[in-house]
């Protein structure tokens, strides 16, 4: 069983940053994958970026490309992502998920690879 808590999220203006933060306990392996997904209600979530404990691979989808870096401090097991560059399309519930297995890279963008999910956090771009 993994724990996942957010945070971070909040009301930013277009081209705004916001940090967010995901502190996960009890993982069982290193080479589980971690990743942020986002969300507008009445949508189905979308991948955002995606990541492992160990190695330096980090995947992004193309919305995310150049404007949003994860990043992680094995030792506080936490992973962040860094949102620059915010644009209204970016409004959504943000949740960090985090996988019992080490996935292949070709399916860490993949919802149903995660098995363990955060609560969530709201980013809301607006002026």
């Known amino acids: 069983q993994v724990q996942l808590v957010e945070s971070g999220g909040g009301l930013v203006q277009p081209g705004g940053s916001l940090r967010l933060s995901c502190v996960a306990s009890?993982?069982?392996?290193?080479?589980?994958?971690m990743g942020w997904f986002r969300q507008t209600p009445g949508k189905e979530r979308e991948f955002v970026a995606a990541?492992?404990?160990?190695?330096?691979?980090?995947l992004y989808a193309d919305s995310a490309k150049g404007r949003f870096t994860m990043s992680k401090d094995n030792a506080k097991n936490t992973v962040f992502l860094q949102l620059s560059n915010l644009t209204p399309e970016d409004t959504g519930v943000y949740y960090c998920?985090?996988?019992?297995?080490?996935?292949?890279?070709?399916?860490?963008?993949?919802?149903?690879?995660?098995?363990?999910w955060g609560q969530g956090t709201q980013v809301t771009v607006s002026t």
């Open positions: 998920a985090a996988s019992r297995t080490s996935p292949i890279t070709g399916i860490m963008r993949a919802m149903k690879t995660y098995d363990y």
């Open positions: 990541l492992r404990w160990t190695g330096g691979t980090i």
């Open positions: 009890g993982r069982t392996a290193t080479g589980n994958a």
